[in-house]
């Protein structure tokens, strides 16, 4: 009896298309709910958490003082060789010590962010920030100098990230830069 | 002397023909943008968004993509039959839309005359209707057969059998719309489903849905989507018939299958959910929309239709071939034989 209940049921269920109409139904639903797209770069950046490791950046004291003391641990912890330390005296009150770093040199191109370099320094100088847009048209531009590294991060540690930002696209001749504005972000639904 | 009236009215057919024809060729630039947005919201993405606002000019940068890539035939391929085989599959498509009504009559400012908004209004519209849009085959099932590629031979071949199973369906659904308005005539089937919406023959229970639900299938079928595009498998058949196409000659396939999805939506609201008549008659409508109030119905359950067909494309999967000849053969046609019989007694009986 209860098999041919079963059966029956089926039938009916087909006939009203009823799984048909289950499946209109989820696609109606994905349909009417909002996009999970990014419209990056046009309108729109990832901010990412405070654990991302992207480009390195050098970190100064409040006052402006260089917290690399060029101990070359990051170097020498480095698994690719990829960062340079060449250290020198000064005692001009350029650094928090009376050693600060003649040359401070990673080649992007070999670096595989693996952050052991941040975990190794003693001063907390070397940050792997939030910057991840690299690509560039030629090698020259992979390696990167000290002062460059020592310019103030493009998105500041106050910031928790995990949100998305409205920016601005930019082109400028051969450079591409996607400018985001912190102050308008929304928040991500996975 | 010329005639006057004569020359108008030939005027007015030439370019009530023109208009049809030019909205004919328009029409894949607003559907395949269409498409695409509704593919992507189904699977939570934007889909085109970067050309124009939206993405609405992203058709048009398809269609200049088309124009200028390479043409190419190939080398062992059936050199007429490849070129011609586009333009097979394309005029058909075309030709249905002579006899289909989108509107009663319409004053023209100015001169005013009444012009009629159908460029034919045929005694057998329904039989010519079915019988050009069978003839679409062709285009396929050439284009197949001379482009000199397994894929394409075994996809032309596919959709032969497919087409020519579900005409049959097809044609019989629309038995029990013929039996309600005693005509063949496209404008008097309309004009029959007239005076509110329980007076369209989908309403006409208990047999109208079923009707209506052979038809889709059917002609779901006929225009060769999902959940019935075998043709153009991309599993089995890397595209089906198309394979060898490129450029102009691919976008005209593209060009007839979009004009032949806006038809069979077209034939679904003519037959069965009163084409131009509004669901309610309103008691009143105000003059400046009265012109366009017909049109309006008719294009509104248009859109709804072609939403459908896109809806239904993102939501199933693809039937295997001998499960798509098992729906055509064992299960559509006798449903319609059987309903065509309980339409029959019911017209007799009943009312």
Same mark, same amino acid.
């Given at each position: ?190 | 002397? *010329?005639? @006057? ?6 005027? /007015?057919?030439? $370019?009530?023909? &023109?208009?049809? !024809? ?104 329904? *039989?010519? @209707? ?6 679409? /085959?062709?285009? $396929?099932?050439? &284009?197949?057969? !001379? ?104 976008? *005209? ?99």
């Amino acid at each position: 009896m209860s098999r041919t209940g079963e059966k029956i049921k089926n039938f009916i269920k087909k006939t009203v298309f009823v799984d048909f109409i289950k499946g209109l139904h989820v696609t109606l639903g994905y349909n009417l709910s909002k996009s999970i797209t990014i419209r990056y770069p046009d309108e729109e950046k990832w901010i990412p958490y405070r654990r991302f490791r992207g480009r390195h950046t050098l970190n100064r004291t409040p006052e402006g003082r260089e917290l690399c003391v060029a101990c070359e641990l990051c170097a020498k912890s480095c698994p690719t060789n990829c960062i340079t330390v060449i250290p020198m005296e000064d005692d001009t009150g350029r650094g928090i010590a009376d050693r600060v770093a003649k040359v401070w040199k990673v080649d992007l191109v070999r670096c595989l962010f693996c952050g052991y370099c941040e975990d190794a320094c003693p001063t907390r100088a070397l940050r792997l920030g939030r910057d991840y847009e690299l690509a560039c048209t030629d090698l020259a531009c992979t390696g990167m100098e000290m002062q460059e590294l020592l310019m103030p991060q493009s998105i500041p540690e106050t910031i928790s990230g995990g949100v998305v930002a409205k920016a601005r696209f930019i082109r400028d001749g051969e450079k591409l830069t996607v400018e985001a504005d912190l102050g308008k972000t929304r928040k991500m639904r996975w | 002397m *010329l005639d @006057v009236s004569l020359l108008l009215t030939v005027i /007015i057919m030439v $370019v009530k023909v &023109g208009v049809v !024809a030019m909205i004919l060729f328009g029409l894949p630039i607003p559907l395949t943008w269409l498409e695409r947005k509704v593919a992507g919201h189904i699977q939570a993405r934007l889909g085109p968004y970067r050309v124009g606002p939206h993405g609405v000019l992203q058709p048009i940068a398809d269609m200049i993509k088309l124009l200028f890539k390479e043409d190419i035939v190939p080398d062992k391929a059936d050199k007429f039959l490849f070129k011609i085989a586009p333009l097979l599959a394309m005029v058909p498509a075309f030709m249905v839309f002579v006899a289909i009504p989108i509107g009663d009559k319409w004053t023209v400012p100015y001169i005013n005359k009444d012009v009629t908004l159908y460029i034919s209004n045929m005694n057998v519209g329904v *039989l010519y @209707v079915l019988a050009i849009a069978g003839l679409g /085959i062709y285009g $396929v099932i050439f &284009g197949g057969w !001379a482009s000199n590629s397994k894929y394409a031979l075994l996809g032309g071949l596919r959709s032969a059998a497919q087409m020519i199973s579900y005409e049959v369906a097809l044609s019989f659904s629309v038995i029990g719309v013929v039996m309600m308005s005693n005509s063949l005539n496209l404008v008097e089937i309309v004009t029959s489903q007239g005076g509110g919406f329980w007076n369209w023959n989908f309403f006409y229970l208990p047999v109208g849905p079923v009707w209506f639900f052979i038809f889709m299938i059917a002609a779901s079928a006929e225009i060769n989507r999902i959940p019935f595009d075998l043709t153009e498998d991309e599993g089995t058949l890397s595209s089906g018939f198309h394979t060898e196409y490129s450029g102009m000659r691919f976008s *005209l396939f593209m060009l007839s299958e979009y004009v032949a999805m806006v038809t069979v939506s077209v034939l679904a609201v003519v037959f069965f959910l009163g084409g131009w008549n509004p669901p309610v008659d309103l008691p009143f409508i105000p003059d400046i929309v009265l012109p366009f109030y017909g049109i309006g119905w008719f294009l509104a359950k248009v859109v709804v239709f072609i939403y459908l067909f896109m809806w239904i494309r993102f939501t199933l999967p693809r039937y295997r071939y001998d499960q798509l000849m098992t729906i055509g053969w064992k299960i559509l046609i006798p449903i319609c034989l059987g309903t065509i019989l309980v339409t029959g007694f019911m017209r007799i009986y009943l009312f």
